[in-house]
Nanobody
Framework: QVQLAESGGGLVQAGGFLRLSCVASGRTQSPYTMGWFRQAPGKEREFVCAISWSGGSTYYADSVKGRFTCPRDNSKNTVYLQMNSLKPEDTAVYYC????????????????WGQGTQVTVSS
């Protein structure tokens, strides 16, 4: 079992930045892909980014490419979501997730999820 806890959400103006953190605990020795997803009110959960265990491979959604990065620090069992040039349409609850089997962009592939953190971008 892996437990995930996100932090760092909040209210920010358009054009601003935020950094989310996700700390893993429990069975963290396994090579998990880590992903970030988000869900806006009335919408389905959507993929944001994923990073492989080594950090050598990443995927980004087209909507965040060039603005967001998701580095990880395995020594701290932490993955980050650095969000720059934020837009009102980035407003959502952001979730981190761990995938023990694949390097995937689909939510159904992920085994463990955090509780989510709210990000609100005002115009």
């Amino acid at each position: 079992q892996v437990q995930l806890a996100e932090s760092g959400g909040g209210l920010v103006q358009a054009g601003g930045f935020l950094r989310l953190s996700c700390v893993a605990s429990g069975r963290t020795q396994s090579p998990y892909t880590m992903g970030w997803f988000r869900q806006a009110p009335g919408k389905e959960r959507e993929f944001v980014c994923a990073i492989s265990w080594s950090g050598g491979s990443t995927y980004y959604a087209d909507s965040v490419k060039g603005r967001f990065t998701c580095p990880r620090d395995n020594s701290k069992n932490t993955v980050y979501l650095q969000m720059n040039s934020l837009k009102p349409e980035d407003t959502a609850v952001y979730y981190c997730a761990a995938d023990s089997r694949r390097f995937a962009r689909v939510a159904t592939s992920y085994d463990y999820w955090g509780q989510g953190t709210q990000v609100t971008v005002s115009s």
